[in-house]
């Protein structure tokens, strides 16, 4: 159900598309992010001896800050509505499973996602042989499994934002 009034548009403008695209592009940051982190713990998972120097880098210790690129959806999100003059807002379904979709993911990814991440961290700085300590599997294959989820519930936001139903 879209809020707009007959005769009315949908809100258009360079503001608007500027907004739009800041928030298209947080959504594909955060994607990237949180793909990239898979793929390094997959490549963690997957090695039989030292870790590439690139896999170390990545797992270097300290805040996963582009991840959290995922907040700046909804703050692009509700000025995008803000700037619909009433065209869309919240009580429309597509807007509202938008945000549920969003709210699942990032308590996904503040939860389990990131917290594993930081697991992995932790262990690859305290082992410096070729073998991969267990708990650091562990974190790994937590870290592929939430990945996943975050990616399907951001993925099922995108297709709600975008057919509107």
């Not at 389990?112 to 073998?131: F, I």
Request: with cysteine; aromatic share 6%; net charge positive.
């Amino acid at each position: 159900m879209t809020m707009l009034a007959a005769g009315e548009g949908p809100p258009t403008g360079p503001a608007f598309t500027v907004v739009l695209v800041g928030h298209v592009a947080s959504v594909l940051v955060a994607l990237a992010v949180v793909v990239a982190g898979a793929v390094s713990a997959i490549r963690v998972l997957t090695s039989t001896g030292e870790l590439a120097p690139s896999v170390r880098a990545y797992f270097s210790p300290g805040v996963n800050w582009a991840g959290r690129v995922l907040y700046l959806v909804p703050v692009f999100g509700a000025a995008l509505l803000a700037m619909s003059r009433g065209a869309y807002g919240l009580g429309a379904t597509w807007v509202d499973c938008g945000i549920g979709l969003w709210a699942a993911a990032t308590m996904l990814a503040e939860g389990v996602l990131w917290p594993a991440e930081r697991r992995v961290q932790r262990g690859l700085a305290a082992s410096h042989g070729a073998e991969v300590p267990a708990p650091v599997r562990r974190a790994c294959r937590t870290m592929c499994l939430a990945a996943a989820g975050v990616i399907a519930l951001v993925v099922g936001a995108m297709v709600v934002m975008f057919a509107k139903p």
